[in-house]
Antibody, heavy 121, light 107 residues
Framework: QVQLVQSGAEVKKPGSLVQVSCKAYGGNLKSYAFSWVRQAPGQGLEWMGRYIPTLNISVIAPKFQGRVTFTADESTNTAHMGLTGLRSDDTAVYFC??????????????WGQGTMVTVSS | DIQMTQSPSTLSASVGDRIIITCRASQSFSRWLAWYQQKPGKAPKLLISAASSLESGVPSRFSGAGSGAEFTLTITSLQPDDFATYYCQQYHGYPFTFGGGTKVEIK
């Protein structure tokens, strides 16, 4: 089964951008779809969007339209999430999660360990 | 967007208890509903997909049921390892949405 390992914690200034990486081990990136989910401190889970590398299709939650970009690098077997225009309320743990249903919808059965992003002046 | 409402938000129970968590959707769909377990500082863990399909390695004391607009997660004979927060998620339509979570705590 694929294992997802995310990049390390980030501290960013308001208005800047952050990129979180999610490297897949034990599986080909193109065999999966990747959801990105965040969790603010003490809060619940919030779905940000889903990216299917083999189709280069992104589905982004309305709340994040215009601020989020999903990409993938086949050479490093890594998925990336970029978030621009950072605000203090973007402070959260960001998770990548995969499912093998690239042709339809699927539940996320493998998760990365999470990346803490802190936005502070 | 499909809104998912979980109840209760907090549940106090004892080891050995049977508990039921409910997830109600703002619109009906067939079965594309998942249940996750999350412990503090950890990533969520998928327990059940397609409303009632138990993931490999998940104990059989966990079960899911429902369709339409109401779904349930049942844990029979609660174990110490089960004290955690549980989330439902619909993946019937975009954007996928999570319920607000149910924290299961020790009575």
């Amino acid at each position: 089964q694929v294992q997802l390992v995310q990049s390390g914690a980030e501290v960013k200034k308001p208005g800047s951008l952050v990129q979180v990486s999610c490297k897949a081990y034990g599986g080909n990136l193109k065999s999966y779809a990747f959801s990105w989910v965040r969790q603010a401190p003490g809060q619940g889970l919030e779905w940000m969007g889903r990216y299917i590398p083999t189709l280069n299709i992104s589905v982004i939650a309305p709340k994040f339209q215009g601020r989020v970009t999903f990409t993938a690098d086949e050479s490093t077997n890594t998925a990336h999430m970029g978030l621009t225009g950072l605000r203090s309320d973007d402070t959260a743990v960001y998770f990548c999660a995969s499912d093998p249903k690239t042709g339809t919808v699927g539940a996320s059965d493998v998760w990365g360990q999470g990346t803490m992003v802190t936005v502070s002046s | 967007d499909i809104q998912m409402t979980q109840s209760p938000s907090t549940l106090s129970a004892s080891v050995g208890d049977r508990i039921i968590i409910t997830c109600r959707a703002s619109q009906s769909f067939s079965r594309w509903l998942a249940w996750y377990q999350q412990k503090p500082g950890k990533a969520p863990k998928l327990l059940i997909s397609a409303a009632s399909s138990l993931e490999s390695g998940v104990p059989s004391r966990f079960s899911g049921a429902g369709s339409g607009a109401e779904f349930t997660l049942t844990i029979t004979s609660l174990q110490p390892d089960d004290f955690a927060t549980y989330y439902c998620q619909q993946y019937h339509g975009y954007p996928f949405t999570f319920g607000g979570g149910t924290k299961v705590e020790i009575k």
